[in-house]
């Protein structure tokens, strides 16, 4: 038990926080792909998006934001950015008139040739092994948080 006059613990420094280090390699990942992404003439969040739907077109507004962990108010206003700029297409489902289906453009298809060419595993100086591990650990991670978050509301 601490007495009155005990001077209080050392803190932690920032550097040993596990949010601090998720967060500042964020910002590196945003640095690394700032001229990958410049040349696409893509944000980022938009050009995640862009990937989901090489890996699955014709995808819902709903289902997409679950997959991005975007909520709507975020997601429709740059879905219709990347619509202005003729990446994709949104048109009501016509077996249900309440959802919206998001698809590629050819010119959105024709985006990924590009952006192929541009990668950045190279850049992180993970071998195949470390790089499938730290990807699966900071997915857990995620999921864990998440999981966090739900079973307190």
């Known amino acids: 038990m601490k007495s009155a006059n005990q001077a209080?613990?050392?803190a932690v420094p920032l550097s040993d926080y596990l949010?601090?280090?998720?967060?500042s390699a964020n910002l590196?990942?945003?640095?690394?792909?700032?001229p990958i992404?410049?040349?696409?003439?893509?944000t980022y969040t938009q050009y995640v998006t862009i990937i989901a739907l090489w890996e699955q077109d014709n995808q819902t507004v709903s289902g997409l934001g679950e997959k991005l962990f975007l909520e709507s108010n975020t997601l429709t206003p740059m879905l219709k950015k990347l619509e202005a700029l003729g990446y994709l297409e949104r048109q009501?489902?016509?077996?249900?008139?309440?959802q919206v289906r998001v698809s590629l453009t050819k010119t959105g298809r024709r985006?990924?040739?590009k952006a192929l060419k541009m990668d950045l595993t190279d850049a992180t100086g993970l071998g195949p092994d470390e790089f499938a591990k730290v990807q699966k650990a900071i997915v857990a991670?995620?999921?864990?948080?998440?999981?966090?978050?739900q079973a307190g509301e």
Do not use: T
């Open 37 to 42: 992404l410049e040349e696409l003439g893509l």
């Open 111 to 113: 985006l990924r040739e």
């Open 92 to 98: 009501r489902d016509p077996e249900d008139e309440r």
């Open 8 to 10: 209080p613990a050392a």
């Open 141 to 149: 991670l995620r999921n864990n948080l998440i999981d966090a978050v």
């Open 28 to 34: 590196a990942f945003g640095k690394a792909y700032k």
């Open 19 to 23: 949010c601090f280090a998720v967060y």
